[in-house]
Nanobody, 127 residues
Framework: QVQLVESGGGLVQAGGSLRLSCAASGRALSSHVMGWFRQAPGKEREAVASINWIAGTVHYADSVKGRFTITKDNAKDMLYLQMNSLKPDDTAVYYC????????????????????WGQGTQVTVSS
């Protein structure tokens, strides 16, 4: 059964904005930690942002701080990533992830600690 579905990716010029959405269902709904990861061609998957909605904490990669905002709408079972001031280096496939732990990595940045993953959505930023 489908657990996480991303949407909102696309092509945007540098300096532009996009908002990614992730719809959660099934067992993924019980995950207290959700995050966004991205993977560019030839590079490893990296953590972009995470949220522990029970603790009320958020974490961001240094490369996106001040430009990206992660939010969760519990009423709608939706996770969002608002991306502003986009740069060509932000080009990647973006993945939504969720998990119940245990989490040992600070800032929930370790991909292998997440249980559920979406299929990914492509974000392309042109210069």
């Amino acid at each position: 059964q489908v657990q996480l579905v991303e949407s909102g990716g696309g092509l945007v010029q540098a300096g532009g904005s996009l908002r990614l959405s992730c719809a959660a269902s099934g067992r993924a709904l019980s995950s207290h930690v959700m995050g966004w990861f991205r993977q560019a061609p030839g590079k490893e998957r990296e953590a972009v942002a995470s949220i522990n909605w029970i603790a009320g904490t958020v974490h961001y990669a240094d490369s996106v701080k001040g430009r990206f905002t992660i939010t969760k709408d519990n009423a709608k079972d939706m996770l969002y990533l608002q991306m502003n001031s986009l740069k060509p280096d932000d080009t990647a496939v973006y993945y939504c992830a969720a998990g119940r732990g245990p989490f040992y990595c600070s800032g929930y940045v370790c991909a292998d600690e997440y249980t559920y993953w979406g299929q990914g959505t492509q974000v392309t930023v042109s210069s």
